[in-house]
Each structure stands twice: as C-alpha cells, then as structure tokens.
C-alpha cells in the first residue's frame, strides 16, 4: 500500500488535501517514516506485520475514526499525549487555559487543580511549565479510563501531578480508595474539598444534546459522550457546579478558569458574576470566538 494508494483511498471522505496530510502524519507516527521516505516509495517495504497495522489504520480512518485515535497520539503545548476513546482529543484552543494559568502565577509554590483532566493534558502541562516554581497540580475525573490514561501521559512526561477520582457534580463526597495506575499517583478524595487554591481550572461538558445533529460523525461515533454533552434544559450544570466549589476553595484572589460553549460564555460570565466572582470576563480563543471565562475570587 503505497502513499498514493492510501491518499486515493481517504479523498472521497476527506478531501484531497486533508487526504494527504492524514495519510503523512499516518505514516509518521506509526512507522516514524520522514516524507522523503514516503515519497520514495517506504511503504512498500514494510515487514507483514507493519503492513497489515497500516490497513488496519486505514480501514479505521475510513470508518470516521479521528487520526490522533488511531495513532494514539495528539499533542498539546509542544507536548505528546497518549489519547484513546476513553477521553476526548485536545484542541489547539484549549491551550488557552494553560498559557493564562501560567501567567497568572505570581509567587512560588502555586496551588492548582484541573476539574475533568481527561487526558490529563492541561495539568500536565501546566505542572511542566511550572515545574521550577514547584508547582501543586492536582487533577480529578470520575473517569477510571481517563485517570489511567491521564496518569501514564504524566508519568511518561515527567509531570508530578496528583490525579483523584472525583465526581464534577458531587465535590464534597468522597469516592473508595483507588489503586496506584499507570505508573503515576492516583489517590482518594481524602479531604480534597478542604484544600485552598490559587487556580482552578476545567474544561468539562458543555455540548447540548440539541447539537449532536450538527456534529461530525468522527466525534459523535468515537470521542466519549460523557465528557461531551449536557441536558439542553441545563447547558451551566457543570459550570455552576464547579464555581460554586471554586466559591469555597479558591484562596482570595484566586482565579477560575473555564472553557465554554460558544454560545454560553457570556452566560457562564454572568453566572460567576451573581455568584460574587469579582472580576468575570469572556476570552476569545484563537478563532475570534468567545470561548473562555476568566474569574476572579474577591
């Protein structure tokens, strides 16, 4: 199977260009080949079993698997992520989040806690951006899968984050003992709604169900609901949750971080407000769309 051969394969669903680039980026990750070596016909040299792992990943793209799935890798702020089904591909815009954190650190030894980690991808790299002001980054999901997984992508990175197994909708009740995964520390809720902190930051669910119609089918058949959608009688569910725990636990001063629906930042924004945030602001995100909210414990 050559590059050629893959591109024509993927062109009737993808489009020419898109073909293209999904079938190098294929080709590199998997086989850590460089386009000097594709053009030149690479492929056609692979043993059995690499070419059998090459169809196999095909036949998974043509079957609207996102690339970063069947790779099983997506990077974020420079860094590699392992992803699976289990947790939601990181977005470029989400990067937002831990560029802001970052620069609201002002002193050393900063307390922070990511809500939903998912992949763990902005505790991560939030610990290694911060790691020579000895950073506390601790993060929670109610997702066994996505701690795992959150877990190993710091271990292998390097990151000294705590992961916790917590309830986005229940932060004061505690969940049983977990076991150690992945390498890295993954601990109970033991008195974890008593901690102060200087930066919360989440990007939880915020997708209506009302929506899923105007999604692409790579999302909706393989990226995880749970971490997706929403009531559509209750698109803040997750938000006023969170800042109502971010009410109790920020030090004063502190600061929330959201990411949002683009069609409810400004009410996310205003919700914050009435809760007593005193400074509670929209950001757009790379793309000039309202995306982030910015808040401040008085």
């Known amino acids: 199977m050559t590059y050629h051969d893959i591109c024509q394969r993927l062109t009737p669903m993808y489009g020419t260009q898109e073909a293209k680039a999904m079938t190098r980026m294929l080709l590199e990750d998997l086989f850590s080949l460089s386009f000097a070596d594709i053009l030149c016909g690479a492929t056609e040299h692979l043993s059995d079993a690499d070419t059998l ?19 099983g890798t997506a990077f974020f702020c420079g860094h590699p992520f392992h992803v699976a089904p289990g947790v939601l ?3 470029p815009e989400t990067e937002w989040i831990v560029d802001t954190a970052v620069n609201l650190v002002t002193s050393s030894a900063p307390r922070i806690l990511d809500i939903g980690t ?45 992961f916790r197994r ?34 919360i930051v989440s990007n ?19 990226e995880p609901h749970l971490a997706l959608f929403v009531p559509d009688t209750d698109p803040l569910l997750f938000y006023r949750a969170i800042a109502r725990y971010a009410m109790r636990s920020l030090r004063k001063g502190g600061w929330l971080l959201f ?22 602001v929209v950001e757009d995100d790379c793309f000039g769309k309202p995306r982030f909210v910015k808040a401040q414990k008085q």
């Open 53 to 71: 792992r090459l169809q196999q990943s095909v036949a998974r793209l043509l079957d609207a698997e996102p690339l970063q799935y069947v790779t």
């Open 89 to 91: 591909i990181p977005r």
């Open 118 to 162: 998912g992949s763990g991808c902005i505790a991560t790299s939030i610990s290694l951006a911060l790691a020579d002001r000895h950073c506390y980054t601790e993060a929670w999901d109610i997702s066994e899968d996505a701690l795992r997984i959150a877990a190993d992508n710091a271990a292998r990175l390097g990151a000294d984050v705590k």
């Open 166 to 199: 917590r309830d986005a909708l229940r932060l004061e009740e505690d969940f049983p003992a977990e076991e150690n995964q992945g390498g890295a520390e993954v601990l109970i809720a033991d008195n974890a709604s008593s901690a102060s902190w200087d930066i």
């Open 204 to 222: 939880p669910p915020y997708i209506c169900n009302r929506e899923a119609a105007d999604m692409h089918a790579n999302v909706l058949r393989h």
């Open 259 to 280: 990411e949002c629906n683009t069609l409810y930042a400004h009410d996310t924004a205003q919700m914050a407000s009435d809760m007593g945030f005193a400074t509670s």
